[in-house]
Nanobody, 123 residues
Framework: QVQLVESGGGLVQPGGSLRLSCAASGITFYYYHIAWFRQAPGKEREGVSCISSDDGSTTYYADSVKGRFTISRDNAKNTVILQMNSLKPEDTAVYYC???????????????WGQGTQVTVSS
């Protein structure tokens, strides 16, 4: 049974940082591309960042988070980390991690999804 479990969300003030973690089980982790998506109330789910399979040598960031977010993976721990710095109120959303066998940032490219973790940026 495949499971992706996100953690690390919470309430943070503007300018603050959060570290999201995605722990995977039930898959051969290093074969999979991993992505983070987010969905704010009333908006469509959007791709935030993704990291390639195997050594994670290729990464992608949405323009809205470039320079503030960093994605990394630890295949030994079956974990992907999204380090989020300089957070803004517009980053408020439920954040989901997803695993897929094809590279890219479209939701249809990902086979497995976590349940999400809430990130709220507010003073």
């Amino acid at each position: 049974q495949v499971q992706l479990v996100e953690s690390g969300g919470g309430l943070v003030q503007p300018g603050g940082s959060l570290r999201l973690s995605c722990a995977a089980s039930g898959i051969t982790f290093y074969y999979y591309h991993i992505a983070w998506f987010r969905q704010a109330p009333g908006k469509e789910r959007e791709g935030v960042s993704c990291i390639s399979s195997d050594d994670g040598s290729t990464t992608y960031y949405a323009d809205s988070v470039k320079g503030r977010f960093t994605i990394s993976r630890d295949n030994a721990k079956n974990t992907v980390i999204l380090q989020m710095n300089s957070l803004k109120p517009e980053d408020t959303a439920v954040y989901y991690c997803a695993a897929g066998s094809r590279p890219g940032i479209g939701t249809s490219q990902y086979n497995y999804w976590g349940q999400g973790t809430q990130v709220t940026v507010s003073s």
